[in-house]
T-cell receptor
Framework: NAGVTQTPKFQVLKTGQSMTLQCAQDMNHEYMSWYRQDPGMGLRLIHYSVGAGITDQGEVPNGYNVSRSTTEDFPLRLLSAAPSQTSVYFC????????????FGSGTRLTVV | GQQVMQIPQYQHVQEGEDFTTYCNSSTTLSNIQWYKQRPGGHPVFLIQLVKSGEVKKQKRLTFQFGEAKKNSSLHITATQTTDVGTYFCGTSYGKLTFGQGTILTVHP
């Protein structure tokens, strides 16, 4: 059991570039989420999914796209990177939102210059 | 939607002192989850509370859910340097959202 795997761990982008942050889990979890963490701002929900083919927006979705074609994978796409998207990104998954905690990946530290 | 506010934002204690962080909501919550994030690490699930007035303990950590299910607290007795980190409360209702977190530093 690898848990939640995020790649890459570090990334530097130039303004305007696009990229995809990868997230994969091997626990057969239905629920998956993406968060960004900025100093003093806590963990803010970007997008989430309650199952394959189903996604919805969180608190700060602008500038990001997601899709969920399989239960295992939940990639986060930055369409045109901006310096304001410099942050640490965490992917998390759970069997259920009601009675189970979420398992987090180790994060991707993204810098946009 | 269900939202939570967490206080204080920072707490500095001497090793051996107690520590408490509070989580509050204006609406009745389905549940409260607590997470710990060590410096440079990722959040790790500690516990979930779902019942009104529920109290759970994990060694030196005591978690409470208010009678009205609108507030919760995490209390650490006799802090140790290993308790350093950020403690988050969150609520899950179709999605998991968090309070701002409390950053705990422990001076030896």
């Amino acid at each position: 059991n690898a848990g939640v795997t995020q790649t890459p761990k570090f990334q530097v982008l130039k303004t305007g570039q696009s990229m995809t942050l990868q997230c994969a889990q091997d626990m057969n979890h239905e629920y998956m989420s993406w968060y960004r963490q900025d100093p003093g701002m806590g963990l803010r929900l970007i997008h989430y999914s309650v199952g394959a083919g189903i996604t919805d927006q969180g608190e700060v979705p602008n500038g990001y796209n997601v899709s969920r074609s399989t239960t295992e994978d939940f990639p986060l796409r930055l369409l045109s990177a901006a310096p304001s998207q410099t942050s640490v990104y965490f992917c998390a998954s759970s069997y259920s939102t009601q009675n189970y905690g979420y398992t987090f990946g180790s994060g991707t530290r993204l810098t946009v210059v | 939607g269900q939202q939570v506010m967490q206080i204080p934002q920072y707490q500095h204690v001497q090793e051996g002192e107690d520590f408490t962080t509070y989580c509050n909501s204006s609406t009745t919550l389905s549940n409260i989850q607590w997470y710990k994030q060590r410096p440079g690490g990722h959040p790790v699930f500690l516990i979930q509370l779902v019942k009104s007035g529920e109290v759970k303990k994990q060694k030196r950590l005591t978690f409470q859910f208010g009678e009205a299910k609108k507030n919760s607290s995490l209390h650490i007795t006799a802090t140790q340097t290993t308790d350093v980190g950020t403690y988050f409360c969150g609520t899950s209702y179709g999605k998991l959202t968090f309070g701002q977190g409390t950053i705990l530093t422990v001076h030896p």
